[in-house]
């Protein structure tokens, strides 16, 4: 089983990246979904996340307005779109399959399956 994440890269303040995430092994389409990021020195920070059929998100208030999830179940795919990036989004972005039995969405000790990661970087 695994999440295999990308879509990362170099880009100016301003800019937009869109990060991808693609299951395979199992399928996630009834399990909430989200990203986490992690910059230099800091502890893993939760992003946003996705109900299982897209219906309602939820995002931390650092991105909200700029960044938007989303989800193709029949692909087993899920995207991070992001727009307005600024220098302190800079960090590496993980997709990540929540855990059934819990409710805290906001906890990465939650999560039973983790992308690679791929690395965001905006310059200024």
């Known amino acids: 089983v695994q999440l295999q994440a990308s879509g990362g890269g170099l880009v100016q303040v301003g800019g937009s990246l869109r990060l991808s995430c693609v299951g395979s092994?199992?399928?996630?389409?009834?399990?909430?979904m989200a990203w986490f990021r992690q910059a230099p020195g800091k502890e893993r920070e939760f992003v946003g996340a996705?109900?299982?059929?897209?219906?309602?998100?939820d995002y931390t208030d650092s991105v909200k307005g700029r960044f938007t999830i989303s989800r193709d179940n029949a692909k087993n795919t899920v995207y991070l779109q992001m727009n307005s990036l600024k220098p302190e989004d800079t960090a590496v972005y993980y997709c990540?399959?929540?855990?059934?039995?819990?409710?805290?969405?906001?906890?990465?000790?939650?999560?039973?399956?983790w992308g690679q990661g791929t690395q965001v970087t905006v310059s200024s």
């Open positions: 990540a399959a929540h855990s059934p039995d819990s409710y805290k969405i906001y906890d990465p000790n939650e999560y039973d399956y």
């Open positions: 996705i109900s299982w059929n897209g219906a309602s998100s």
């Open positions: 092994g199992r399928t996630f389409s009834g399990d909430l």
